[in-house]
C-alpha cells in the first residue's frame, strides 16, 4: 500500500489555466505539507497543515491555496498558472513528530 | 540564519569507497538533522537522522557525523555500492506551532558510484 500517494504524476497545461494536486496519506498522520522542487532540485516548504489546520505558510502568491478537507487528504489548488509554476511539488506527512514521508511528486509544465 | 549550506554539489566515487557529504548550518535552534536519499523520478526518502544530543549515529553503511560546536554534520556512505547512486538531502528542522516541524534543506548532492 502507498503511504503517501499524489495525482496526477504529471500535469502539462498553459499559462492562465487553474489546476489542482492532491494529496492523500494512509499513515495515520496529523500534519501534512506541500514542497515545491525546481529545476536545481532545491526543496523549499509551501504549507503545513496540522489537523486540518494551516500551520506553515511560507511566502507562496496567493494563486497557491492549499485545502485539507480532512487529515488524510491535502489538496493544492493553482490558480492563473505562470511559467515559474513549473517544478516538481511534493506531499509530505508527518505524525506529530519529526520524520516526514514524502509522496512520489507531481511534474508540473506550464507551456 | 535559515540556510542550510551542503558540500560537494556532485561527487564521483568507486564501489567500495567512501561518500562524504558535508552540511553546515548557523540557527543554533534547530535540533533535528534528516538525510534524505532521493532517486530520479521519486521522491526523497528518510535516509537516517540524528538529533544535536549525540556526536555519531550508525545505520548499516550510513553514518551520521555532528559537530555541535562546529555546527556541522556529514552523511558518511562506506562501502558505497552503485544503487546508492542518488542526490543525498541534508535537512534542518525546528518546531514550528502547534508541533509541526519545519524542515530546511540543503541544497542537495548528486552522489554516482562507479561500478
Known amino acids: 500500500d502507498t503511504a503517501v500517494s499524489q495525482t496526477p504524476k504529471y500535469l502539462v497545461t498553459q499559462m492562465g489555466n487553474d489546476k489542482s494536486i492532491k494529496c492523500e496519506q494512509n499513515l495515520g498522520h496529523d500534519t501534512m505539507y506541500w514542497y515545491k522542487q525546481d529545476s536545481k532540485k532545491f526543496l523549499k516548504i509551501m504549507f503545513s497543515?496540522?489537523?486540518?489546520?494551516?500551520?506553515i505558510n511560507e511566502t507562496v502568491p496567493n494563486r497557491f491555496s492549499p485545502k485539507s478537507p480532512d487529515k488524510a487528504h491535502l489538496n493544492l489548488h493553482i490558480n492563473s498558472l505562470e511559467l515559474g509554476d513549473s517544478a516538481v511539488y511534493f506531499c509530505?506527512?508527518?505524525?506529530?513528530?519529526?520524520?516526514?514521508?514524502f509522496g512520489p511528486g507531481t511534474r508540473l509544465t506550464v507551456t | 540564519q535559515q540556510q542550510v549550506k551542503q558540500s560537494p554539489q556532485s561527487l564521483i566515487v568507486q564501489k567500495g569507497g567512501i561518500s562524504i557529504i558535508n552540511c553546515a548550518y548557523e540557527n543554533t535552534a534547530f535540533d533535528y538533522f534528516p538525510w534524505y536519499q532521493q532517486f530520479p523520478g521519486k521522491g526523497p526518502a528518510l535516509l537516517i537522522a540524528i538529533r544535536p544530543d549525540v556526536s555519531e549515529k550508525k545505520e548499516g553503511r550510513f553514518t551520521i557525523s555532528f559537530n555541535k560546536s562546529a555546527k556541522q554534520f556529514s552523511l558518511h556512505i562506506m562501502d558505497s555500492q552503485p544503487g546508492d547512486s542518488a542526490t543525498y538531502f541534508c535537512a534542518a528542522s525546528t518546531p514550528s506551532t502547534s508541533g509541526t516541524y519545519k524542515y530546511i534543506f540543503g541544497t542537495g548532492t548528486r552522489l554516482k558510484v562507479l561500478a
Open positions: 509530505a506527512s508527518a505524525r506529530t513528530s519529526y520524520e516526514q514521508y
Open positions: 497543515y496540522n489537523n486540518k489546520e494551516l500551520i
